[in-house]
């Protein structure tokens, strides 16, 4: 059974840093590019960064970019979100995302965390 | 990377059919075969529902169906059900490994 389980997160003021985690089990984590997707309070979803299967690249939405930094660590099957820069509008729940069996989609997904940015 | 267009909500009563429209461009969804949609209950993580336009994950039912023309993608619910009054979010991939969502639709079964 797949597991993705979120962690890290927490009220923060504008213009400091958070790093949040996502510790995976029930899966070869190594083998499967992850996401970070956020959802503001009562808003849509947007996906954030992707990386990878062996942590070779990432990419990030235009809002985040410059600001945060996906990385991976398939020793640990954990999945990071450096977040630099904070700033208001990135209050959101934070879900990791596997893209998984089904390219180019999300197939499984963790509880998420939620961040908020706040003075 | 602007949000994909969706009605922001729409109802039926159960047994009915109902269909969510979203409207992207040539850069996301006239582009690619790769829309998927999600399912969220309140307070829930989203669930795929339909990859590729039309396509299934292994256990969800067949009542859930996909099309996409153009730049504009559906998703069907037919014999809708108290349960599948939710969210609902289209999502397409945009090329150089970038995703755009839509706002996102509220389901209601009357």
């Known amino acids: 059974q797949v597991q993705l389980v979120e962690s890290g997160g927490g009220v923060v003021q504008p213009g400091t840093s958070l790093r949040l985690s996502c510790a995976a089990s029930?899966?070869?984590?190594?083998?499967?590019?992850m996401h970070w997707v956020r959802q503001a309070p009562g808003k849509g979803l947007e996906w954030v960064a992707l990386?990878?299967?062996?942590?070779?690249?990432?990419f990030y939405a235009d809002s985040v970019k410059g600001r945060f930094t996906i990385s991976r660590d398939n020793s640990k099957n954990t999945l990071y979100l450096q977040m630099n820069s904070l700033r208001a509008e990135d209050t959101a729940v934070y879900y990791c995302?596997?893209?998984?069996?089904?390219?180019?989609?999300?197939?499984?997904w963790g509880q998420g965390t939620l961040v908020t940015v706040s003075s | 990377q602007s949000a994909l267009t969706q009605p922001r909500s729409v109802s039926g009563s159960p047994g009915q059919s109902v269909t969510i429209s979203c409207t992207g461009t040539?850069?996301?969804?006239?582009?690619?075969?790769?829309v998927s949609w999600y399912q969220q209950h309140p307070g829930k993580a989203p669930k795929l529902i339909i990859y590729?336009?039309?396509r299934r994950p292994s256990g969800v039912p067949d009542r859930f169906s996909g099309s996409k023309s153009g730049n504009a993608a559906s998703l069907t619910i037919s014999g809708l059900q108290a349960e599948d009054e939710a969210d609902y979010y289209c999502?397409?991939?945009?090329?150089?490994?970038?995703?755009?969502f839509g706002g996102g639709t509220k389901l209601t079964v009357l």
């Open positions: 040539t850069f996301d969804v006239d582009g690619h075969i790769y």
């Open positions: 995302a596997r893209e998984g069996n089904y390219d180019y989609s999300f197939d499984y």
């Open positions: 990386i990878f299967f062996d942590g070779s690249s990432e």
């Open positions: 590729e336009v039309n």
């Open positions: 029930g899966v070869i984590f190594s083998t499967y590019g």
């Open positions: 999502c397409s991939y945009a090329g150089s490994y970038t995703w755009v």
